[in-house]
């Protein structure tokens, strides 16, 4: 066997050691949280998507790679294979939009309490994984908004 695929197939197995028991464990401790608290903060509920989808990549790619770098040959036939690399890609896509909606969020999070930066962090909690249900959270949602198009100087006129 040559060299290189030797280092490939250690890089990778390298990366399932570590990858899936962590990401595994920061998960799980998040979904502990969950059921004993009985809710998340935005913060963990973004970091605990995040560990999910880490988790998903490194179960496509870290596994079928370092099998494959190792001489086992044709593991899942050809749809199998497909199936396994679009997941990896969506994995992969998704990782990247969490870690940019994290980053966005903890800007907003810790951005000075001047009144530019305060129209961000009253409507900080209006992000896409709270879909109002009721009533009184729509009608909160909406005062969020009005209020924030009234305190941009070139929306004072518009409703929002």
Known sequence: MEVRLVLKAA?????????????LTVFLF?????????????????????AFVNLVVVLCRGIPQALTALGIQNLFGEY?????????RIGRAMSICITSLLSCYQCIVIAPG????????????????????????????????????RLIPGLKGMSY
């Not at 608290?37 to 995040?50: E, T, V, W």
């Not at 199998?80 to 990896?88: D, H, L």
């Not at 961000?120 to 209020?147: G, M, N």
């Open 11 to 23: 890089g990778f197995i390298c990366l399932d050691v570590v990858g899936i028991p962590g990401n």
């Open 30 to 50: 998040f979904c502990y949280l969950r059921l004993s608290d009985g809710h998340l903060s935005l913060n963990d509920l973004i970091l605990s998507k995040l």
């Open 80 to 88: 199998g294979c497909k199936v396994v690399i679009f997941t990896y």
């Open 114 to 149: 001047s009144t530019r930066w305060m129209v961000l962090k009253q409507s900080s909690y209006c992000v896409q994984f709270w879909p109002p249900h009721f009533k009184k959270d729509i009608t909160a949602l909406e005062a969020v908004q009005r209020r924030a198009t």
